[in-house]
Nanobody, 119 residues
Framework: QVQLAESGGGFVHPGGSLRLSCAASGALFTVDAMGWHRQAPGKQRELVAMITRDGNTNYGDFVKGRFTISRDNAKNTVSLQMNSLKPEDTAVYYC?????????????WGQGTQVTVSP
């Protein structure tokens, strides 16, 4: 199986910054795409940002240039730099990875890390 370890969540004031990181671990796997979704209470989970092995990115419309996703394929890690954070960014952020596990495809989710933006 592929395990995802998330870090970097916490409390920040509006306009502040946070950097989320996620590392995939296991054996006999390759990552095709990796990134983050988020979910606030009572709302649907939504895309934040994803990045492929080749460096192609896909951002949620709400990001508006504030977030940047990056990857390190050798270490199977992805980072999300979040700047100019707003209260509406408050949510649980989940790492997401897709790829191949031996001869099977996989779609793994982390446990989630809380991001709180408040005065």
């Amino acid at each position: 199986q592929v395990q995802l370890a998330e870090s970097g969540g916490g409390f920040v004031h509006p306009g502040g910054s946070l950097r989320l990181s996620c590392a995939a671990s296991g054996a006999l796997f390759t990552v095709d795409a990796m990134g983050w979704h988020r979910q606030a209470p009572g709302k649907q989970r939504e895309l934040v940002a994803m990045i492929t092995r080749d460096g192609n990115t896909n951002y949620g419309d709400f990001v508006k240039g504030r977030f940047t996703i990056s990857r390190d394929n050798a270490k199977n890690t992805v980072s999300l730099q979040m700047n100019s954070l707003k209260p509406e960014d408050t949510a649980v952020y989940y790492c997401h990875a897709e790829g191949a596990l031996f001869v099977r495809s996989f779609d793994s989710w982390g446990q989630g890390t809380q991001v709180t933006v408040s005065p």
